[in-house]
């Protein structure tokens, strides 16, 4: 700065440089010193006539100013600003209006030259003017073609351009609107800036940001204006409208070296197309997000372009009052204005003071009130409403997850959950995600909240690949579908599930899927799925299947359903100090079912020896291995005997309470544990051996390895003994390889299909039927009623490892028109009959003579088409307490039902014979409904209150823990939920189960039934006949026989290393009297269920055994093996061989017989039946056409007839001796 001097002043004018803004000072006279003068270059050029002179005084200084320094406030230059916007729209209107009118005009002429041209087509000549009418329109043609095709071509190329159906498109799209972001930005910073202001633009960086980026809008918006159809609407559009206020402003601000606020806040209004370019980037999918960023961006983009507006006519001020009445507003504060203000509350604290403002206050009150009232809302409604649970899974590194779809309820997840997070199983480091379409309720909520370490709830349904990849099932370990067991359509949910197997095949082929199946024909269809492979794992859980063949294996053996649904199932342990049945039941129901390798100390010994070393001094039930044949896959074997030695690296089956107890097997060493009597003790040793099977084996990451499977190619299969492993002397024996009597796998018993009308037996012809020792089965259905499936029920019972005339006879009460639905699938099945009625019928119930049964199963199959859960089971109940109050003549008594469960042949207590079966159960004398074996069937678990009037279980009591099931008498589908989370941990548990419920079934044989639905026939082969080899489960009495001595006080171990050692039985439980321990003798029959007891275990002399019995290949080679002798005849017991004994106990003198010799055995036997028929009926002999076997009714009549009873009379009426002989 330089101050003048002297007594005169001068003026002085500003002008401007390229680079610079510069402004002029003047001195006023008359003093002894001058000041400077600062004003713009405009305002110079506008001040007084000094400031305009053409000539400048001498000492007139020329002050360069930064652009910092704001500029006058008495002289602006807003209108040169607003002007270029103004210029450019309505410029641009008018040439597009002109050319409208114009192109209007022009086409008028031209239709009016065409009428012109008609006229004188008429007038003149036709063919001249024709010819030349042809050239001319021919020329314009090509000329329009050239222009149109030229015009088209570009219009199209600008139309791809800004097109988001390509990646250039998309890309400028995308751009496009990020840089309007940007712009948005640099107005939000300029906004603190005066509104006005001088800006070099060499040396303002947001200026020159802003310039490039209004260049790039400049160039979009001349391919916009190409590419559109409509011209003049384009020019109307909002964004044409935020680039004509927004784009020319900043050339006039390079210009003038000037900037101005002005009208920038348009480019809020960009914001309405944030949901398209979302869409375009395939971020927003669903209608509701679509919605909601829709409702968002207009409600944001209106807020703060009324916002900026606010700010500009506030800070500036009313321009009739000069400015004047300007206030200053930061933007922030105009947008906390504009919030109260629609949302009508207005504090008052700030508010607008122009008129410009107030106006626009009045106006927007009206739209933004209306907006704010309709929009909040609706967004606050998607909001809230959105999928609480949509998110992503984020797996954790080191962590498996599983993830659980299908039926998702309460109750099918806090069973799930109570049994897969169980502390028996140790640690469980895998995390559980549960799919479901449907939000879960206020109950499953709190139940995931509690479970929410471990446990994740998403919404979404796997059969959306997009939902599939949230739950990130490609790195799942496994997947779970649950079933609906009540459901009333069966097989729509199996259709279902396998629907979902489906879909997330289709999605991850190599997914380890474990389903529910309801319906046994139904696993047919996952066979035709590609991608299923049992042997990686893949399993289906057929509830139908498994919980028949559990209710038919406690036909076999009461209480059988009740151990195995204990065994893998998880079970808390619960101490009780009173000397009660719940004691013992409780203590057995803490043992679960664990696989371990076995320790290389036990290599070599044969599997009796090692299963009576580790229950001995491990103080574990090992019940079955899996063996590895070199040329065979592995096969699970079941007590296989003294001929299967252990391998190394042998996997065990055991049976304890807990994972820890079962380590032991894997870590006993002769060296260091054979003196050790606590087994506590036996932990990991030292030894260089087992350290190196611990690194090749690592048995515990076997076990905790999602499916456990052996080998990546390889899944053991269901029991079936290697046929080099049996002996071969006892292989086959005296077979008829001509005579189909097995299917073709020769896992069960076969015959040739029948017609359902020759095993339909009226009531009349059961009544003098003589039956026995037989199974009857109550069946509640009709024509519409689903199929339960009940070839599931008498496959089990038609198991090969039985010989013939060890099968106990099949009679079904129902409605025949519905077991007519069921015969297709159980006419290859001997020994089955039908008796038309119902069975809540007293008559048709003595008519089968159910008091002498081995088992009555209660089943219905109307049981889910009822909506009252408590009503569901209405049919099974009644049925059940029908029969108990029923009364029987004691005379019935005398005739002892001959049942090879209960009281198989050869089991008198005088018979000398030590063989074990002659500790086998004989059946009582029963004179009350109460002492008939029966098994329920019940759906709702809270039902089985109603089943024993006498119990005193309380309604909310667990099922486990109620006296009927404990008893063995009850059965729920519910116990089959544990197979889930079982099967998972170890698939072969799966296999074991299904070995000792089915039968037998395999894969192959399931891959027979898919293609034919029927089992066929085969002939007896040294192959199909060695499948007859394997254990099945049996009941052994302690009252007689060769364990009589063990029953008063002895010790459970001494019977367990005895039965193991002399006939290679293997005892796993007790089915024990329920007041066992009762001073004064009680009428009670009721038993129940105790399952591995330990070594010191007393017994008593009521207890039955539950042991795994070998198959005996010559127990079948003499029919009369099956006569069951009186108590005073000797000769007979020890001629017929019993059906149990072992080839070691039995001296076999019999020998098959010839022909002539059968027939007249047959012809005598038919004689002797038509004696007895004439001596206790007084119907004349056609009375039925078919020879129906009678049994004498009175205790004199019984002695007479029993030395002359065969096995053949016992139970099949007459129609299958034919299928017999």
Not at 144 to 150: L, S
Not at 360 to 369: K, N, S, T
Not at 496 to 506: E, T
Not at 818 to 838: A, C, D, Q
Request: neutral net charge.
């Amino acid at each position: 700065m330089a101050n003048g001097s002297g007594g005169g002043g001068g003026g002085g004018g500003g002008g401007g440089g390229s680079s610079s803004s510069y402004y002029s000072g003047g001195g006023g006279g008359g003093g002894g010193s001058g000041n400077i003068r600062m004003s713009s270059p405009v305002s110079g050029s506008l001040n007084t006539a000094s400031s305009s002179a053409p000539a400048r005084a001498p000492n007139t200084l020329i002050i360069p100013i930064t652009m910092e320094v704001p500029c006058d406030s008495g002289q602006r230059m807003w209108w040169a600003f607003l002007a270029s916007s103004m210029v450019t729209f309505f410029g641009g209107l008018f040439i597009i209006l002109l050319w409208r009118t114009l192109k209007y005009l022009w086409t008028v002429c031209c239709h009016c030259g065409g009428k012109e041209k008609e006229a004188q087509k008429i007038t003149g000549s036709v063919e001249t003017q024709a010819d030349g009418d042809l050239k001319g329109t021919d020329e314009k043609e090509e000329v329009v073609a050239v222009e149109v095709g030229w015009m088209t071509s570009v219009k199209d190329w600008a139309g791809v351009m800004i097109s988001a159906q390509t990646l250039t498109g998309r890309v400028l799209v995308v751009l496009v609107f990020a840089l309007s972001i940007g712009a948005l930005v640099i107005y939000f910073i300029d906004s603190s800036k005066p509104i006005e202001s001088c800006q070099n633009f060499y040396k303002d960086f947001t200026l020159q940001i802003d310039m490039a980026f209004n260049v790039f809008f400049l160039l979009y918006f001349g391919l916009r204006f190409i590419a559109a159809n409509d011209k003049l609407w384009f020019w109307l559009e909002v964004n044409s409208v935020v680039d004509f206020f927004t784009v020319p402003p900043v050339f006039v601000s390079v210009y003038l070296n000037r900037s101005w606020l002005g009208l920038r806040f348009l480019r809020a209004l960009r914001l309405i197309q944030f949901s398209e370019i979302l869409q375009f980037l395939n971020i927003l999918k669903t209608s509701n997000s679509i919605k909601l960023v829709n409702l968002c961006s207009i409600f944001i983009s209106t807020w703060l372009t009324a916002a900026g507006f606010i700010h500009l006519v506030e800070n500036s001020g009313d321009p009739w009052e000069n400015f004047q009445n300007n206030q200053p507003l930061t933007y922030w504060e105009c947008v906390y204005l504009l919030m109260v203000t629609m949302s009508t509350v207005g504090y008052g604290d700030v508010y607008a003071k122009t008129t410009l403002g107030r106006l626009f206050m009045v106006f927007f009150i009206l739209g933004g009130l209306a907006m704010f009232a309709r929009y909040v809302p609706e967004i606050a409604a998607l909001i809230l409403n959105r999928k609480k649970y949509g998110g992503t899974f984020n797996s954790t590194r080191g962590r498996k997850h599983i993830v659980v779809c299908g039926h998702i309820t309460l109750e099918s997840v806090s069973n799930f959950l109570k049994d897969f997070l169980h502390k028996d199983r140790d640690d469980v480091n895998v995390e559980i995600v549960f799919l479901h379409n449907i939000s879960p309720n206020l109950e499953l909520e709190a139940l995931f909240k509690r479970h929410f370490t471990q446990v994740e709830f998403f919404q979404g349904s796997v059969l959306n690949p997009h939902d599939l990849a949230r739950v990130k099932i490609e790195s799942a370990d496994a997947c779970l579908i649950l079933a609906n067991k009540y459901c009333a359509d069966p097989d729509a949910e199996d259709a279902s599930n396998i629907m979902r197997v489906i879909s997330i095949k289709n999605y991850h082929p190599k997914i380890r899927i474990i389903t529910q199946m309801l319906q046994y024909h139904n696993k047919a269809h996952l066979l035709n799925i590609p991608s299923w492979n049992w042997k990686e794992g893949d399993d289906a859980i057929c509830l139908a299947e498994l919980k028949l063949g559990f209710i038919a294996q406690s036909c076999l053996a009461p209480g059988l359903s009740t151990m195995l649904a204990n065994l893998f199932s998880m079970r808390s342990f619960i101490k009780i100090e009173e000397d009660t049945w719940q004691k013992y039941y409780l203590e057995g129901v803490s043992n679960e079912m664990y696989t371990e390798y076995l320790s290389s100390a036990f290599v070599g010994l044969s599997f009796p020896a090692v299963c009576e070393l580790v229950f001995a001094k491990l103080k574990l039930l090992m019940i079955a291995i899996e063996y590895k044949s070199e040329k065979r896959e592995s096969s699970i074997l079941i007590n296989p005997g003294n001929h299967v030695k252990i391998q190394e690296g042998t996997l065990g089956f055991f049976i304890a309470s807990d994972a820890k107890e079962v380590k032991r097997a894997f870590f006993y060493c002769k060296a260091c544990h054979d003196d050790i009597t606590d087994p506590k003790r036996i932990k990991k040793c030292g030894c260089k051996r087992l350290e190196d099977e611990q690194l090749t084996l690592s048995p515990k990451r076997k076990q905790r390895n999602g499916g456990m499977r052996n080998s990546p190619n390889s899944s053991p299969k269901l029991t079936r003994h290697d046929p080099l492993l049996i002996p071969g002397n006892e292989q086959v024996d005296n077979m008829d390889c001509n005579v189909k009597k097995y299917d073709s796998t020769g896992m069960f018993h076969w015959c040739p299909p029948k017609e359902i009308d020759k095993v339909i037996l009226t009531r009349s012809e059961a009544a003098m039927t003589v039956l026995s020792g037989h199974v009857v089965v109550c069946i509640f259905g009709d024509m519409t009623s689903a199929l339960i499936g009940l070839r599931n029920f008498v496959m089990p019972l038609r198991a090969s490892n039985f010989h013939y005339h060890e099968l106990k006879h099949i009679v079904f009460v129902g409605s025949l028109e519905y077991l007519r639905r069921e015969w297709e699938t159980m006419h290859n099945f001997p020994k089955v009959s039908i008796l038309p009625g119902t069975p809540l019928s007293r008559a048709d119930l003595r008519a089968v003579n159910i008091n002498l049964c081995d088992m009555c199963v209660i089943l219905s199959a109307n049981q889910n088409n009822i909506d009252d859960t408590s009503l569901q089971d209405k049919e099974c109940i009644l049925a059940s307490l029908n029969i108990k109050s029923m009364q029987f003549d004691d005379s019935i008594g005398v005739l002892q039902a001959n049942s090879q469960g209960f009281s198989p042949p050869g089991m008198d207590r005088s018979s000398p014979d030590k063989s074990p079966v002659h500790g086998l159960l004989r059946q009582h004398s029963i004179t009350t409904g109460i002492d008939i074996p029966i098994i329920t069937e019940l759906v709702n678990d809270s039902n089985v209150q109603f089943l024993d009037q006498d119990d005193d279980d309380d309604p909310d009591t667990e099922l486990y823990l109620t006296q009927p099931f404990a008893c063995g008498t009850a059965f729920a589908v519910s116990v089959l939920d544990s197979l889930m989370s079982a099967t998972y941990f170890n698939d072969n548990i799966l296999t074991l189960i299904r070995t000792l419920v089915t039968g037998g079934a395999t894969p192959e044989l399931e891959s027979l039934i898919a293609e034919e639905n029927t089992l066929r026939g085969g002939y007896s082969t040294p192959q199909t006949l060695t499948n007859r080899d394997r254990c099945r489960v049996a009941q052994l009495a302690l009252l007689d026989g060769p364990f009589a001595d063990l029953g008063d006080g002895g010790c459970y171990g001494d019977l367990f290393c005895k039965a193991l050692k002399t006939y290679n039985m293997l005892c796993f439980g007790i089915y024990r009297l329920r007041d066992f321990n009762s001073s004064t003798p009680s009428q009670c029959t009721k038993r129940f269920v105790i399952a591995n007891p330990p070594y010191e275990f007393e017994l008593v002399p009521t207890d039955w055994i539950f042991c795994l019995m070998q198959y005996d290949h010559n127990a079948g080679q003499s029919r009369a093996s099956l006569s069951h002798s009186s108590h005073s005849s000797y000769a007979s017991s020890k001629k017929s061989s019993s059906v149990h004994s072992l080839p070691a106990t039995a001296n076999r003198q019999n020998r098959p017989k010839s022909r002539e010799s059968r027939e007249k055995q047959n012809a005598t036997r038919m004689n002797r039946m038509d004696q007895e028929k004439k001596w206790f009926t007084d119907e004349s002999d056609n009375a039925y056409p078919r020879n129906i076997q009678i049994k004498p009714m009175t205790t004199h009549v019984a002695n007479h007839i029993n030395q002359y009873k065969s096995t053949s009379s016992l139970i099949p009426p007459i129609r299958e001796v034919e299928d017999e002989c």
